[in-house]
Antibody, heavy 119, light 113 residues
Framework: EVQLVESGGGLVQPGGSLRLSCAAS????????MHWVRQAPGKGLVWVAN????????NYADSVKGRFTISRDNAKNTLYLQMNSLRGEDTAVYYC????????????WGQGTLVTVSS | DIVMTQSPDSLAVSLGERATINCKSS????????????LVWYQQKPGQPPKLLIY???TRESGVPDRFSGSGSATNFTLTISSLQAEDVAVYYC?????????FGQGTKLEIK
């Protein structure tokens, strides 16, 4: 069974940093594209970033480019999201997700971790 | 960016009746080289992550009840629940996986009338 477990969320002041982790199991992590998707409280889903299986290629939403970094450790089956220069509008539940069908079709999601940016 | 627009924003349907949710993309999400339509539907219940329902516009994910169906092509899509059950109360999202940035519709909240 595919399992994705996020951690690392919490309360952080504007301008601060946080690193999210996503521990994966039940599938071949090292062969899978991985994505981060976020959801502000009471709002819709927004794609944040993705990374290819060996970590050599990444893509970001314009809203986080230059502030967030997606990375992975295939030896540890873990995905990361380093978030710097955080803003109030980054407040959201952050989900990691893996894909199916060779496209950004999110077949499995974690339960999410809440990031709150507030003073 | 491809803009995804769902209608209606909310919908109330009686148990056993049909529910229809529409999704429109600002440009075609049909990939002619692969002959696939890069349109996905998710269901999200309160406090839970989204759940994959339909991909390639009309392919039902394994384990999804056959009362859920997807249709449409190019820029106009529909999610249909043929006979609404109480457990179908949720927010439904469409998403295009055709090009970066991958974008979602604003969501449609489905309730029981």
């Amino acid at each position: 069974e595919v399992q994705l477990v996020e951690s690392g969320g919490g309360l952080v002041q504007p301008g601060g940093s946080l690193r999210l982790s996503c521990a994966a199991s039940g599938f071949t992590f090292s062969s899978s594209w991985m994505h981060w998707v976020r959801q502000a409280p009471g709002k819709g889903l927004v794609w944040v970033a993705n990374i290819n299986p060996d970590g050599s290629a990444t893509n970001y939403a314009d809203s986080v480019k230059g502030r967030f970094t997606i990375s992975r450790d295939n030896a540890k089956n873990t995905l990361y999201l380093q978030m710097n220069s955080l803003r109030g509008e980054d407040t959201a539940v952050y989900y990691c997700a893996t894909v199916v069908g060779g496209a950004a079709i999110y077949g499995a999601w974690g339960q999410g971790t809440l990031v709150t940016v507030s003073s | 960016d491809i803009v995804m627009t769902q209608s209606p924003d909310s919908l109330a349907v009686s148990l056993g009746e049909r529910a229809t949710i529409n999704c429109k993309s600002s440009q075609s999400v049909l990939h002619s080289s692969y002959n696939k339509t890069y349109l996905v539907w998710y269901q999200q219940k309160p406090g839970q992550p989204p759940k994959l329902l339909i991909y390639w516009a009309s392919t039902r994910e394994s384990g999804v009840p056959d009362r859920f169906s997807g249709s449409g092509s190019a820029t106009n899509f529909t999610l249909t629940i043929s006979s609404l059950q109480a457990e179908d109360v949720a927010v439904y999202y469409c998403q295009q996986c055709y090009s970066l940035p991958y974008t979602f519709g604003q969501g449609t909240k489905l309730e029981i009338k």
